[in-house]
């Protein structure tokens, strides 16, 4: 993990603003396809998706997020966001402790326990809830490279991982709430984005 995270954090502040697609986008309830090519699009992409989480702000971003339908998202559950006020007024955003990771083609099993805690989605504004996830996990994916890796996680490593994961299998976190909490909230959020 870690020469891979070095290599990452100088994708953090400069790149392209990606569209976030927003529930019901059809591309967020697709499965998407796997990655094969480890080239300089894909490191591109990797760079964008980075910058349009940060900027969001968002502790994660899958692929169908920003519209392609590839397996790979990206996540930072350990950056600080500080709002500075300025003496004139004025409010600077600033990020600090970085730790970038991406996962490609990832496979999550050894799925442990269980924990309850809020989530919120790029793709679902305004819509936070609680979800039951496992609380440990065991991931396999691949680097920028194509090199092959495994990791346990837990916590809130393991719900962001799950929650991204759920992206690349046409899952947002609506669909892991009880049926009626899922009606609920889907009619409010579409009804509240309709308005605009
Ligand atoms: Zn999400």
Same mark, same amino acid.
């Given at each position: 993990?870690?020469?891979?995270?070095?290599?990452?954090?100088?994708?953090?502040?400069?790149?392209?603003?990606?569209?976030?697609?927003? =529930?019901?986008? @059809?591309?967020?309830?697709?499965? /998407?396809?796997? &990655?094969?090519?480890?080239?300089?699009?894909?490191? $591109?992409? +990797?760079?964008?998706?980075?910058?349009?989480? =940060?900027?969001? @702000?968002?502790?994660?971003?899958? /692929?169908?997020? &920003?519209?392609?339908?590839?397996?790979?998202?990206? $996540?930072? +559950?350990?950056?600080?966001?500080?709002?500075?006020?300025?003496?004139?007024?004025?409010?600077?955003?600033?990020?600090?402790?970085?730790?970038?990771?991406?996962?490609?083609?990832?496979?999550?099993?050894?799925?442990?326990?269980?924990?309850?805690?809020?989530?919120?989605?790029?793709?679902?504004?305004?819509?936070?809830?609680?979800?039951?996830?496992?609380?440990?996990?065991?991931?396999?994916?691949?680097?920028?490279?194509?090199?092959?890796?495994?990791?346990?996680?837990?916590?809130?490593?393991?719900?962001?991982?799950?929650?991204?994961?759920?992206?690349?299998?046409?899952?947002?976190?609506?669909?892991?709430?009880?049926?009626?909490?899922?009606?609920?909230?889907?009619?409010?959020?579409?009804?509240?984005?309709?308005?605009?």
């Amino acid at each position: 993990m870690s020469a891979i995270n070095l290599d990452l954090k100088d994708y953090i502040l400069e790149g392209e603003l990606l569209n976030i697609f927003k =529930y019901p986008s @059809p591309v967020l309830k697709k499965v /998407a396809d796997p &990655v094969t090519d480890f080239n300089d699009d894909l490191k $591109l992409l +990797v760079k964008n998706m980075l910058f349009t989480m =940060y900027k969001a @702000p968002g502790i994660g971003l899958a /692929a169908p997020q &920003v519209g392609l339908s590839h397996r790979l998202f990206v $996540l930072d +559950v350990e950056f600080q966001r500080e709002e500075i006020h300025n003496p004139d007024g004025d409010c600077e955003i600033r990020l600090s402790h970085f730790k970038p990771r991406v996962f490609i083609n990832p496979i999550i099993s050894d799925l442990e326990g269980e924990i309850i805690h809020e989530e919120g989605c790029l793709s679902v504004p305004g819509v936070y809830e609680d979800v039951k996830r496992a609380e440990k996990i065991t991931i396999n994916y691949q680097d920028l490279d194509g090199k092959s890796h495994k990791m346990e996680a837990e916590e809130m490593l393991a719900i962001c991982l799950q929650h991204e994961n759920d992206h690349l299998d046409g899952v947002v976190f609506l669909e892991r709430l009880s049926l009626i909490k899922k009606n609920l909230l889907t009619k409010k959020y579409l009804k509240k984005k309709k308005r605009g």
